[in-house]
C-alpha cells in the first residue's frame, strides 16, 4: 500500500507549479498519505533536502509565481548511477514510495529514469512555452502570454508615437505558441516561429510594402533561436528606412502571479495526479486534451511528435 509521496519541481520555473505543489500535497493528505517535498529539484533527492510538509506549509503560496521548493538544472542525473543513488535515498532513507514531479520534457525523463528503479511516479506538465506533446496546455504557459501581451501593448504605444518597428522576441524555440498566440493577441504586423519561418528578405519586402502603404508603425513577433534581433533591426533600418528596434522580453516572461487559468489547471492537476496514485496508475504523465484531464505513459508522451504553431500563425498572419 502507497503510504509515502513527494512532490518536486523541476526544469524552468513556471507560474502556477504552486498552485499545483499545493493541490498535491492537500489532495494527498486528504487521501492519507504522508506526503513529502523535495527541494530543488532531482538535485534536492542527492542532497536529502526532502521534509515532510503538512497543509499549513503550502499556505499562502496560491497567488505567488515561481517555486516555493526550488529548481534546479542538475544534468548529473542522466546518468544511472547518480539516479540508482536518488532512488536509494528515497526509499531507504525516507520510505517515500512515489514521485510527482511537475516540469517539462527534461523533468519527464527524469521520472522515466525512477520509473525504471521501482519508483512510482507521476508527471505533470509546467512550462511556459507549452511544448509538451502529450497535452495541449502546460501550466504557466497563460501567465507569460498575458505577461508577453502587457509588454507588446506597451511597446506598441511607443512605437506608434515614434512611427517605429519593433522586432520582439519571446521565449519558446521548440514551440512557437507563446510568439503566435502573443502575435494573435497583439494584432502584430507579423509573427515568425520556427514552424513558420520566412527570410530576412521575406520580413524587408513585407515591412517595405507596408511602409509604401504609408504604414507608420509595426510590430514583429518572433520566437527567440532563430535570429539576433538586434542585428536584424539594423538591417531592417538600413534598408527599409524604417526606424527599428529590437526588445528581448526575456525572463520577465517566466514571473508573476499566475493567472486564474494558471492556477486552476494546476490545481485540477495536481488532484488528478493524487487521484492517478490513489488507483494504481504510474509512470504516466497527464494531459489537457479538450480539457479534459488524461494521462499517457510517459515513455509515449515522450515520444510524441512536437507541437506546430503554425495554424496560430496563419490567423494572427491573416488579421495582423
Ligand atoms: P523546461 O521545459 O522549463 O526547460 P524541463 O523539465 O524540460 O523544463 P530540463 O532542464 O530539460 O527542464 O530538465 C529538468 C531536469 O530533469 C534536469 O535538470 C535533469 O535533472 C533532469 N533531466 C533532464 N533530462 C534528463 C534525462 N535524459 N534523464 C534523466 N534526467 C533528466
Known amino acids: ?96 514510495d512515489a514521485v510527482v514531479g511537475i516540469g517539462g520534457d527534461g523533468t519527464y525523463k527524469g521520472l522515466e529514469g525512477l520509473s525504471k528503479l521501482g519508483i512510482k511516479t507521476i508527471g505533470i506538465p509546467a512550462t511556459i512555452d507549452n511544448d509538451i506533446a502529450s497535452t495541449e496546455y502546460t501550466i504557466g504557459f497563460d501567465t507569460a502570454l498575458n505577461t508577453i501581451i502587457e509588454c507588446v501593448d506597451k511597446l506598441r504605444d511607443t512605437s506608434s508615437s515614434h512611427q517605429r518597428c519593433s522586432i520582439i522576441e519571446v521565449m519558446g524555440n521548440r514551440c512557437g505558441d507563446l510568439a503566435a498566440c502573443a502575435g ?33 508603425h509595426a510590430i514583429v513577433i518572433i520566437s527567440e533561436k532563430i535570429t539576433d534581433v538586434h542585428e536584424f533591426a539594423h538591417e531592417i533600418q538600413e534598408k527599409c528606412g524604417f526606424d527599428t528596434r529590437a526588445e528581448v522580453i526575456g525572463h520577465m516572461q517566466r514571473g508573476g502571479s499566475p493567472t486564474a487559468r494558471d492556477r486552476i489547471t494546476a490545481a485540477r492537476m495536481g488532484v488528478y495526479a493524487v487521484e492517478l496514485l490513489t488507483k494504481g496508475i504510474t509512470s504516466v504523465c497527464i494531459g489537457l486534451i479538450d480539457n479534459k484531464l488524461t494521462y499517457n505513459e510517459i515513455d509515449t508522451a515522450l515520444k510524441m511528435p512536437r507541437k506546430d504553431s503554425s495554424n496560430y500563425v496563419d490567423i494572427a498572419t491573416l488579421i495582423g
Open 184 to 216: 494573435i493577441a497583439t494584432g502584430a504586423e507579423l509573427t515568425i516561429t520556427s514552424d513558420k519561418l520566412m527570410t530576412k528578405k521575406e520580413v524587408v519586402d513585407f515591412l517595405q510594402s507596408q511602409r509604401k502603404q504609408g504604414k507608420k
Open 1 to 96: 500500500m502507497l503510504k509515502k509521496i513527494a512532490v518536486l519541481t523541476s526544469g524552468g520555473d513556471a507560474p502556477g507549479m504552486n498552485s499545483c505543489v499545493r493541490a498535491v500535497v492537500r489532495a494527498g493528505l486528504s487521501k492519507g498519505f504522508e506526503v513529502y517535498g523535495i527541494y530543488n529539484g532531482y538535485k534536492g533527492i542527492m542532497e536529502g533536502d526532502i521534509k515532510l510538509l503538512n497543509r499549513h506549509s503550502v499556505s499562502e503560496i496560491l497567488n505567488k509565481g515561481g517555486t516555493v521548493l526550488g529548481t534546479a538544472r542538475f544534468p548529473e542525473f542522466k546518468d544511472e548511477n547518480v539516479r540508482k543513488i536518488a532512488a536509494e535515498i528515497l526509499t531507504e532513507k525516507f520510505g517515500i
